[in-house]
């Protein structure tokens, strides 16, 4: 029986194991040594709560599926009808084409055809790089059209410590965030100082729950780390990456909830097709790249 995730592109080295899968481009497992760096998902199943996706060619959420551009409107289809919106934008489903893939890489690439909603052509890859210091993400689009084209990205990887999220030590020197409404639609930018989403500098999540994106990053790490264990994450953004979002898993039922952390890094927060906040507009034949790295 074929699995629902494609096939499944095994990276390792001496010190990391990672799993990437053709549908989607996505990312099924990152460990270290004998212990999960991210939450991955059975062969057989089918990707739980976009675990791993790569958002092409917006990131999170665009509400109602409704947008304009360059004087016309557009309508999305509504991808996570509970709220309304567009989710995690077109390309986390579709069967990507393997370029390359040794021991240490896999480079896959997708086609993106216009479509209703989204009329533009776009050549997408996404590069998977296995190193001593962890799994490196590049991530491309060109402009394959004769217009210009609004675009962003993003990838969703759950980070796991195998505990709880409360008592684990969050360090991000991001000065500014979003707060979000009851639709999980961001509220203007403002900075961080006197609120409850102020992790400069490290401390204890407890019992803060997160589904925020946050820029303005003083520092292009972020760590995710257990005091009791000595374990940690590390994600480190490159070029390209000017915001992350953090998802603190409280609506998982069971053993998953407040489990892992969505750590997502991201070129524009959500609702950026409306809002313009950090968008990226590609011409025709230009490419835009980011680039992130998760290790330990």
Known sequence: MRDPSGRNLVLSNSSYRA????????????????????????????????????????PNRIADGRWSFDGTSHQLALTEPARGHALHGLTGWAEWEIVDHDDTRASLRYELPPQTGYPFTLDLTAD??????????????????TTAAPYGTGHHPYVTLDRRLDDLVLTMEAATYCPMDERCLPEAPRPVDGTEFDFRG???????????????????????????????????????????HLFSSDPHEGAQHRATLGLEPMTCPPESFNTGIDLVVLQPGETHRAWFRLGC
């Not at 790089?129 to 059209?145: F, I, P, Q, V, Y």
Request: net charge negative; charged share 20%.
């Open 128 to 145: 998977y790089e296995l190193t001593d210091e962890g799994l490196r993400c590049t991530l491309s689009a060109t402009n394959a059209g």
């Open 19 to 58: 799993e990437v899968v053709t549908v989607g481009a996505t990312l099924r497992s990152l460990t270290h040594g004998d212990q999960d760096i991210v939450a991955g998902w059975p062969v057989g199943e089918i990707n739980p709560q976009y675990r791993g996706w790569i958002m092409m060619p917006f």
């Open 202 to 244: 490290g401390r204890p999540i407890g019992d803060v729950v997160l589904d925020h994106p946050f820029t303005d990053l003083g520092s292009d790490v972020v760590t995710l780390a257990d005091p009791a264990s000595g374990r940690q994450v590390r994600m480190e953004l490159g070029d390209g990456f000017g915001w992350v």
